[in-house]
């Protein structure tokens, strides 16, 4: 006979995973918004493996700025796996659009001296990864390979004025402009790092589903977008850092906002790092600039999903998260948005729910019914875990395209293995904030407007420097 835990044994192992996650938190990679002035340094080309010298002599790293003012190298870092890594100590600018090589050594490489060299970075002739870090930490870029060509750069970012920078410009415009007429429908999946924030912008509406891990990336993109001076709702889907840490920035003395409604699932939160925001939403409550919403009764009436409309005719549907279940990822809320006009956009976002919360979804919540899961673009669950997706899932949502919401460089594996090849199963594409920047949608609301993705570089189905194959016993199987 084989013995079953009981379901108390089992939930316990589950908040020891849950722990172990939250002890993690302190060591995510931040993202950061691009456009900064002087910080638009990328990585244009990388020879890792480089065949007529020896590694220690040949190997090289050119840098590129795509912005339109000089960027000073100083307090720059680049790292690599199982490296030290190296910060830069000196000033070196490079113009707009020019370049900047770093080498391993003094020799000249095509002809040209490097103007750095460079110590505690390896480039792996197998699988490794290159990271690009501005002096605040934030990652700026990164390149991940596994066989690189034998004696020839991978190249990365054009470092010249070529047809690609006009595309690049196109795509920041698509990127910050607001919604052009009173219906149109816009998602930003903002490149926050190593979490979830995601602004919607409908008929003078404004709403954003979790604020990311970082109040001053939440704070650029707000600058960016012009989103100044009051947010209609706030949906807070569960109570982990990398969902609820830039949500501050709304509630900063320094950025007078007004969050007219925020919705939470009202859980106790077990990381310290949450102290301090249910007291400043219970003091915006109490001076009654805040009206806050329990999502275990979103509606108030016990019901269990809440519709808002907002101006434009967009329609977002709230749902009460899963009950009685100890696992905050788990406990996530679930919300479904509705373009104008619903024929032409639909999304899922279920923050970070794993696989008991998908189950429930399918089966006790009645979601399948009303609002219905089928969705056009599906917000992967959990950053690309395994655990957040299955074939289940996709099934019910049966979406055309996946974005995930994630960091670079992130200490979880995300995006893992087993979920890009259950999106690549079922013909799924995904975009990533990592490796795409932020992810713009856009329906104009109009009967057979069908929607548009804009993302701010890189193509569909990019893998990342963290991905990797996940252990976990969720995912056994997979
Ligand atoms: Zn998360």
Redesign the pocket.
């Known amino acids: 006979m084989k013995l079953l835990p009981s379901p108390l044994a089992r939930s316990h192992r589950r908040l020891g995973r849950t722990l172990l996650l939250l002890a993690l938190a302190g060591c995510r990679g931040r993202g950061g918004a691009s456009g900064a002035a002087g910080r638009d340094l990328a990585i244009a080309r990388v020879m890792a493996d480089p065949t007529t010298v020896a590694d220690d002599r040949g190997e090289w790293i050119e840098l590129t700025n795509t912005g339109t003012v000089a960027a000073d190298l100083f307090g720059w870092e680049l790292r690599s796996a199982n490296d030290a890594g190296y910060v830069v100590h000196r000033s070196i600018l490079v113009p707009p659009r020019g370049t900047v090589l770093l080498a391993r050594s003094a020799d000249a490489v095509r002809g040209a001296r490097p103007a750095l060299v460079y110590t505690g970075i390896i480039l792996g002739n197998g699988a490794d990864w290159l990271v690009l870090r501005d002096p605040d930490g934030t990652t700026r870029d990164s390149l991940a390979w596994r066989s690189p060509p034998r004696g020839v750069a991978l190249e990365h970012r054009r470092a010249t004025a070529e047809a690609g920078d006009v595309r690049v410009q196109e795509n920041a415009r698509a990127t910050i402009a607001p919604p052009a007429t009173a219906r149109e429908l816009v998602v930003h999946v903002l490149d926050v790092g190593q979490?979830?924030a995601i602004l919607i912008q409908n008929g003078g509406s404004t709403v954003l589903v979790d604020g990311g891990p970082d109040r001053r990336a939440l704070g650029r993109w707000l600058d960016a977008l012009h989103v100044r001076d009051t947010i209609d709702a706030v949906i807070l889907s569960h109570v982990?850092g990398?969902?609820f840490e830039g949500l501050r920035e709304l509630f900063s003395s320094r950025r007078p906002m007004t969050v007219r409604e925020l919705w939470w699932n009202g859980d106790a939160a077990p990381n310290f790092t949450f102290t301090g925001l249910p007291d400043t939403l219970a003091a915006h409550t109490r001076a009654r600039t805040t009206t806050v919403h329990d999502t275990d009764d979103p509606c108030g009436d016990g019901r269990s999903v809440c519709t808002l409309v907002l101006k434009g005719g967009a329609r977002l549907h709230i749902m009460r998260p899963m009950p009685d279940v100890l696992d905050e990822n788990d406990r996530s809320t679930a919300v479904k948005l509705v373009g104008p006009d619903s024929a032409s956009f639909t999304m899922w976002l279920a923050g970070?729910a794993e696989h008991d919360a998908i189950r429930w979804f399918q089966t006790a919540s009645g979601y399948t019914r009303a609002p219905g899961m089928h969705a056009d673009v599906l917000k992967a669950n959990?950053?690309g875990s395994c655990d957040g997706v299955s074939d289940l899932y996709l099934d019910l949502v049966r979406p055309a395209l996946v974005v995930a919401s994630l960091g670079a460089v992130n200490d979880y594996g995300h995006m893992h293995a087993q979920a890009k090849a259950t999106y690549a199963r079922h013909g799924i594409p995904w975009y990533r904030t990592d490796q795409n920047g932020t992810i713009t949608l856009r329906t104009p609301g109009t009967p057979g407007g069908g929607y548009t993705v804009t993302v701010e570089r890189g193509a569909a189905n990019a893998i990342g420097p963290s991905d990797r194959k996940s252990y976990q016993p969720d995912c056994a199987g997979m």
């Open positions: 979490g979830d982990h990398d969902h970070d959990h950053h």
